[in-house]
């Protein structure tokens, strides 16, 4: 994609989640300015009030288990390069020299890192290098829902580059207004709050 087209546009690793949900969320929301009223929604409120604890307790906490040796709290990062940009809860400092990222999820873990969690956290690893320009080769997800279990996404070239075809994707439709296809999985569609005007 020509990068001229999308001066001054900028995806977030948590719109990431909405795209792979289905990818009219971003035509909705980025296109035609309809608000998803992510405010009315217990899950999304349960999880910022989650943030908020987590920001008053333990802030010196280092999960030692990870081979941490220092964090930084919710830092917000931004790239030109790569039309990013977004909060991460914790940055981790490991012990090899290398930093993570480290995302608190309410939700549950179910055996499996989740496309939509493993894509956001690898975005979140492009930021990381290259606001710090350390070596990200790893990130964290904590599943509050599952007792705080924390599991580790080790990335590849490959989870890297197809984050940034994700990104490609969602400019491509906030740019020129493309209606993308909904969601193969027509379940997404019972509890969706586009589902009145989604056709």
Not at 4 to 26: D, H, M, N
């Amino acid at each position: 994609m020509d990068l001229v087209e999308t001066q001054g546009i900028y995806v977030t690793p948590s719109e990431i989640i909405e795209y792979l949900y289905c990818p009219r969320f971003v035509y909705f929301m980025n296109c035609l300015g309809i608000d998803q009223h992510e405010e009315q929604r217990y899950k999304v409120l349960k999880g910022r009030e989650i943030h908020q604890e987590r920001r008053a307790t333990n802030i010196d906490y280092l999960r030692k288990r990870l081979g941490c040796v220092g964090k930084d709290l919710d830092v917000y990062m931004s790239s030109n390069n790569h039309h990013l940009r977004g909060k991460v809860d914790e940055v981790l400092y490991l012990a090899d020299g290398t930093l993570a990222p480290l995302d608190y999820k309410y939700a549950d873990y179910r055996d499996t890192i989740y496309r939509t969690h493993k894509y956001q956290s690898a975005l979140y690893a492009i930021l990381i290098k290259e606001t710090y320009h350390k070596e990200v080769l790893r990130g964290f997800i904590c599943y509050v829902r599952s007792k705080n279990k924390v599991r580790e996404v080790c990335y590849t070239e490959n989870d890297f580059a197809t984050a940034q075809e994700i990104v490609n994707e969602m400019l491509k439709i906030m740019q020129t207004g493309y209606f993308p296809k909904r969601t193969k999985y027509q379940i997404r569609c019972i509890d969706c709050c586009y589902r009145n005007i989604c056709v």
